[in-house]
């Protein structure tokens, strides 16, 4: 069976920065070819994804992940019932989502004693919950059709039908949002809630040894007189500086799944996947963690991006780095880098009997990145994200695609 899979490969400099830190301050190294590399881990360039979804698809389309899910349904309730009180509608939400999820909604030990008994604080989920607009809004709708405006008695009441109660918790099992498809979601409670992630991303690591340094910095006190010497604060914070491979597949036919068809009268039922899978190339290859990000103002974007679509299985290009780029005699390690691709990737394929005829597209930046021209299609970064969405509908929509 043909499948579609969305390789996404990435070169990207990036200067005095700590982007992302262990529990000591540390940037995150690893240790790769037998040498040290600076790391960025997958988790956090995931969570610089999502944020940047914002900016790229609609509210309702995303997604919210949180403890306070009985606060986040809450919202919803009383937007469809303004008469309910606050503490009557989060105490409503609260019984929905066990209903829903089978979890523990309660409000916590640390919370309750802090409060000092002075205000009631809403109960939350003992682990983050991921759960789309839709189907908030879903399970609102569902507790107000059968608890005569907000009664929680009535609610309680209603859950003895098993049709009403399997609605309920079909809510949170149908249309998943946008990064719920993409990165998937654990619901410890119910595992049959659970949503395989349709991406996978790496973490990204150095094409060359990197050293960690040390930035002795100090503050001075603006109110010091002249004659009052010193710093009123002093401290070191850690960095380092790499150029990193970056690497994310994205399983188009899971996406598919997750998302299901097009939502409305007029949309193609390949929509959603299109939509999703474009606005996280575009996300993944913009985006940037923000660690420490006042302190070095790190804002730079990718030298170099190749997308592959692939129909059978996703491949990293991490092994042309195994052994680490050496410096160009002028500096720098990204024109030897897009070289070592260069020669890496058609050999890789040609052993491995990769068909040579799947779409490839190009998009760099820079004379040090020319010997990637003939792995693909030069693109702009536009043209690159609409290419990849016109040619996932082709291949949703063909018989022989694993819809």
Known sequence: MTRTILDIHILQSVPPSNLNRDDTGTPKTAIYGGVRRARVSSQAWKRATRKAFADLLPSSELGVRTKKVADALAEHITTLEPSLTASAAVELAAEVMRAATGSKVDVPKRRAKDEGGESEPSPESSYLMFLSGRQLGALAA??????????????KEALKDK?????????????????????GRMVADSPDLNVEGATQVAHAIGVHPSEIESDYYTAVDDRNADDESGAGMIGTVDFNSATLYRYAAVDIDELHRNLGTGLRENEQPTTPAQKAA?????????????GKINTFGNHTL???????????????????FEEPVPQAEEGGFVRKSCERLAAYVPDLERQYDVPGDQPTWVFRVGEETRALTELGTEVTLGAMVKAVEDAIAQRLGSPGSAV
Request: glycine residues 4%; proline residues 4%; positive net charge.
């Open 142 to 155: 569902m507790a107000l059709e059968r608890s005569r405006d907000g009664d929680l008695k009535a609610f």
């Open 163 to 183: 049709e009403y109660k399997a609605r309920i918790k079909g809510a949170v099992d149908s249309r998943h949002s946008v990064d719920i498809a993409l990165f």
């Open 302 to 320: 990718p030298a170099a991006v190749i997308v592959k679509l692939r129909d059978k299985r996703p491949i990293s290009f991490v092994g042309a």
């Open 278 to 290: 474009s606005a996280f190339l575009e996300a993944f290859v913009t985006s940037l963690p923000t």
